[in-house]
């Protein structure tokens, strides 16, 4: 796909957030543990979405797309192997071992990536008693029941605090995690899992004890994606427009409105609408030594890394000098090379460090979309630039935010689609 921009266009008009992409996709996985109905609300129909449906239908659940929910049924788990076709269409198919063990027992997994990528996984899977064999590119797991486990993870991975909630509401009496990961569509998954008959203390926090057993059918609705929320958010602001999100959760934005106010961003909360005013300059505060403010991520609730790209377009827009510090993840600033190209005063220090200088006006520019991640940035770049910029590769944009270019278009962006 082949988006053409045409920049400085202010947003305006009323936004509605899709359901959380990474939310539906770890309750999907989650709907398997039961041979009972299990009904999503606010389903996002992106394309990982629409593969995890896939792959779940392969593992042998029903699913039906109704009018107002996915309907999931798994009377029985007919396959144990999640082979390397499935990876290949979504690494999260990983989340398809906890249904499996937990009513099958026995699974394999085919994994031709590092293994290293899985330590903090399997680290947890054996504390809780599974056993795991490593045949080359072949994993083999048999699951037991436990009593009690005290465990903790040594790492705050999302899958990995997934995968061990949905194995320990089925097969243990007790598990007690240390060190989980707290992310919106986890304390999601874990409400889900006590509608679903598991009894959870500490939901949305990294201490949670569990109380497994059988667990039976339910309804959940998907929440709002608070990435796109605060991408949107960010992009209204650097146009320069001024638009009202609707259906947000405050409480999911708290560190993200603390950090945009450093970057000049306004963002006032009534009940679950979000309103952006319009901002004809944003301005950096809270000087700090040599730069005016430092942008860092943090597992969460610490500022999330899905938004240091949209953060760094922000900064070339705003007056001051930001250090930009991406702690969690190597390479995910080598994106700023696009920007530098369309006129922003950028020095990369180093893969986890950049200073930006602004205000910059960005140029025309033609940008090749890399990953998911930062798409939905370039197109903010693209949105706030001076003239015509051609983005190749958007379908990526819309793999995790489900119709965000034609709802920026709702709003007065200027953008036409070509399929390529």
Not at 3 to 30: D, F, K, W
Not at 70 to 92: C, K, M, P, Q, W
Request: charged share 20%; with cysteine; glycine share 6%.
């Amino acid at each position: 796909m082949r988006l053409t921009v045409q920049g400085r266009t202010p947003l305006t008009g009323n936004y509605q957030p899709s359901g959380n992409s990474n939310e539906a996709i770890a309750l999907i996985a989650a709907s398997m543990l039961t041979p009972e109905s299990v009904c999503l609300q606010s389903v996002p129909k992106t394309r990982a979405v629409r593969r995890m449906v896939e792959m779940a239908g392969e593992l042998g659940a029903a699913v039906e797309w109704q009018e107002t929910c996915l309907s999931l049924r798994t009377e029985r788990i007919a396959e144990r192997h999640i082979h390397t076709g499935h990876i290949t269409r979504s690494v999260a198919a990983i989340l398809f071992l906890a249904p499996i063990l937990a009513r099958r027992d026995h699974a394999t997994l085919e994994w031709e990536q590092s293994i290293g990528r899985l330590h903090t996984h399997f680290s947890a899977m054996r504390d809780l008693g599974i056993k795991i064999e490593i045949q080359g590119s072949i994993v083999k797991f048999t699951a037991q029941r436990w009593q009690k486990q005290d465990i903790i993870l040594t790492g705050t991975s999302v899958t990995a605090t997934a995968l061990v909630c949905m194995l320990a509401a089925v097969l243990g009496e007790e598990t007690i995690i240390h060190n989980a990961a707290s992310e919106p569509h986890l304390r999601s998954l874990q409400e889900m899992l006590v509608k679903m008959g598991a009894k959870i203390e500490g939901i949305g926090s990294n201490l949670i004890r569990i109380l497994g057993g059988n667990l039976s059918g339910a309804e959940h609705a998907i929440h709002p994606d608070h990435i796109e929320i605060a991408s949107i958010a960010a992009i209204s602001a650097i146009t320069p427009g001024h638009i009202n999100i609707e259906a947000v959760v405050p409480a999911d934005l708290r560190m993200i409105q603390k950090v945009y106010a450093r970057l000049g961003i306004t963002m006032i909360f009534e009940d679950n609408r979000l309103y952006v005013p319009e901002q004809a300059q944003l301005l950096i505060s809270s000087r700090q030594e040599d730069v005016d403010v430092e942008i860092d991520t943090a597992p969460w609730p610490g500022y999330p890394s899905d938004l240091i790209a949209i953060s760094t377009v922000v900064a070339t827009q705003a007056n001051g000098t930001t250090l930009i510090h991406e702690k969690l993840f190597n390479n995910r600033l080598l994106f700023v090379d696009k920007l530098k190209a369309m006129g922003a005063q950028i020095i990369l220090c180093d893969p986890h460090r950049a200073i930006v200088v602004g205000p910059t006006p960005l140029q025309s520019e033609y940008l090749d979309n890399p990953d998911i991640r930062i798409g939905l940035a370039l197109l903010g770049a693209a949105l706030c630039a001076e003239g015509q910029v051609i983005i190749d590769r958007a379908e990526l944009i819309e793999r995790n935010f489900e119709n965000v270019i034609q709802k920026l278009v709702g709003l007065g962006a200027a953008i036409q689609v070509e399929d390529t």
